[in-house]
């Protein structure tokens, strides 16, 4: 079927189920960032392969709506004829079918993938919940949805037994007088019940839904040929497994029973099927989430020992790339596969934590670019190259990106200033000490601040949340200006990465991730702070630092952190990785009289 008759298609289902439009997330029941291909509904129908998105079909037209990491992409994998683009952000689905859809339109949803949170954005239309998703209905070869076994996470990593947690948790349970909570979330299934999956490419998790009572038992619907009979054992006497088509019945025996139920993370289907069943619905956040966030002791280790193996991988790849880039004849594909190779001999490695964004020139500045074989460019000399990868260890997960420049040639000055102040808000965040009650959103401006002062700035947020061998993004805190104000806690890990793009030019992004931690207290320091520990080692491209819009504090603060990362790693590598890496971490040159 081509994109026009898939719309067709739908719009004739629409039309049999009796509403006037249809909204399509990029997303399955587990309203994750990453789906199975049975669930990427979005991409089957419009194109747009990108993690974040939203269609809004209706009779006579069809709008898909991006933020502004997929502008350039969504532009790319879509039909201007069949497809109005539009802004995520500054024009939200809700707003232009207020706009576009006459009172009364009925909007079909499917309540499996739409939270009542987001469904209550959507005034001045009518919702209706159908039965069965459209899009299903015409997909002749979706795919099945994954079986993978669900293992262990053993104690050595997860730091905490699955008996410690589910205590923990049901003691908020009842602290609120709540009898249970719905867990709608595998991530925090995964962190409860220390298990782990493979149903996702890129995140280790097994999918399926939850119930955790306030006695401390779970109820864990999953499909039961992913559960073997160690993983059976290791779940233990108070975990009790259903398949998957029990939930109904399960929540109607809740009669009575007060359950709390997150409205952000959790499908209006729990909500509407409880109600149903006369339970009575509390709001409140998951009780694994900030737990989960807050990574314990031997967690925070894992993460350590994890970002200095991946370094080495990074390390040689790096060298690798010095000596080959400047020759031409690399493509984008070969050099992320050439990384996944270094990798690959990395201990405890799992696989990619994300698809690696590699992109020459212009397809750097596509925020979330992904090399296809169509798009797979060259990779040209004295030109600008942005690596954005990371990797799962059973200890932990990396993500790291670094801009560098091909050679043989010197960089403009342009792209060395930009780069420069780029590097200048990375520092300015990762060097921020803070009181604590600080969110997110109240860090974001440090790190734009020094490209606000020339007038530019990107559109992305400029951190997120990053797991404990689980997902590469993370909640519930964020470092963007449109994050929730949750304050950072000791033991979360953050990405640092702010940005600059120049579409059909090149792109610039700067990533470590960092580990909040208690600051030691300084004179008259009237409350706790917190600061960062940075945790990815790995040198920035000197040949595109600009020394002499560098302060003292900034120059020193690189030329330490090249020495931390020469003193770390050069040991661990072969004596021409380690010898590239001498001259990368090399002290930065001063700037001449008059700077």
């Given amino acids: 079927m081509t994109p026009a008759e898939r719309l067709t298609a739908l719009r004739a289902q629409l039309a049999a189920q009796g509403v006037d439009g249809f909204l399509v997330p990029r997303s399955d029941e587990f309203l994750g960032e990453y789906v199975p291909p049975s669930g990427e509904r ?53 707003e232009w079918l207020r706009e576009v859809a006459p009172p009364g339109t009925t909007i079909g ?89 493979g149903d996702l490419s890129h995140t280790p998790l097994a999918l399926g839904f939850a119930l955790l009572g306030a006695d401390a038992s779970v109820q864990l619907f999953m499909e039961g040929q992913k559960l073997g009979p160690d993983l059976r054992a290791h779940l233990g006497n108070a975990v009790s497994v259903a398949e998957r088509a029990a939930l109904p019945a399960a929540l109607a025996r809740y009669a009575g029973k007060t359950l709390r139920l997150d409205a952000d993370a959790t499908p209006a289907w729990f909500a509407r099927t409880l109600r149903d069943a006369g339970a009575r619905l509390v709001a409140g956040d998951d009780p694994c989430r900030l737990p989960r966030a807050q990574k314990n002791p031997t967690e925070q280790q894992g993460a350590r020992h994890a970002h200095q193996r991946d370094a080495v991988a990074m390390a040689h790849f790096l060298a690798w790339f010095a000596a080959e880039a400047p020759r031409g004849g690399l493509t984008e594909m070969a050099a992320a596969e050439q990384l996944l190779a270094f990798r690959r001999e990395v201990p405890l490695f799992q696989g990619e934590s994300f698809p690696a964004i590699a992109g020459a020139a212009e397809n750097g500045a596509i925020v979330h670019y992904r090399a296809t074989a169509a798009s797979n460019r060259s990779i040209n000399p004295d030109e600008c190259f942005l690596l954005d990868s990371g990797a799962q260890y059973r200890d932990g997960t990396t993500d790291i990106t670094r801009t560098l420049f091909t050679g043989p040639g010197a960089p403009p000055p342009g792209l060395r200033q930009r780069y420069t102040r780029v590097l200048q808000g990375h520092i300015a965040l990762g060097t921020a000490r803070f009181p604590r009650g600080v969110a997110g959103p109240h860090l974001d401006a440090l790190a734009r601040r020094p490209l606000w002062e020339a007038g530019l700035d990107y559109d992305h947020g400029t951190g997120h949340g990053v797991g404990s061998f689980l997902s590469v993004h993370e909640g519930p805190v964020t470092i963007s200006r449109a994050a929730k104000p949750v304050p950072l806690a000791p033991g979360m890990i953050l990405s640092n990465e702010p940005g600059f793009y120049l579409p059909g ?36 491209a000197q040949a595109l630092i600009e020394p002499s819009l560098l302060t003292t504090a900034e120059r020193g603060w690189i030329d330490a952190y090249h020495a931390r990362v020469l003193a770390q790693i050069s040991p661990l590598c072969d004596p021409h990785t380690a010898a590239w890496l001498a001259d990368a971490c090399r002290p930065l040159a001063q700037p001449g009289p008059g700077c």
């Fill in 42 to 94: 979005l991409a089957w129908l419009s194109g747009f392969t990108g993690s974040a998105g939203l269609a809004v079909v209706l009779a006579g037209r069809a709008a898909i709506f991006t933020d502004g990491r997929y502008t350039t992409q969504v532009a790319q994998q879509t039909e201007p004829a069949l497809w109005e683009r539009r802004h995520l952000i500054e024009q939200p689905a809700p």
């Fill in 109 to 197: 949803y499917d309540p499996w993938l739409h939270t009542e949170a987001a469904l209550a954005r959507y005034t001045g239309v009518t919702l209706v919940p159908l039965a069965r998703n459209p899009i299903d209905a015409i997909w002749p070869d979706r795919p099945a949805p994954p079986m993978a076994p669900a293992r262990i996470h053993p104690a050595e990593y997860a730091g905490l037994d699955a008996a410690q947690k589910r205590e923990t948790a049901a003691a908020a349970l009842r602290a609120a007088g709540e009898d249970a909570a719905v867990l709608a979330d595998p991530h925090s299934i995964a962190w409860l019940l220390n298990i782990r999956g």
């Fill in 505 to 540: 030019a090149y792109g610039i992004r700067i990533e470590n991730l960092l580990l909040v931690r208690e600051a030691e207290p300084r004179p008259d320091q009237a409350k706790p702070f917190l600061e960062f520990e940075t945790l990815t080692l790995a040198p920035y």
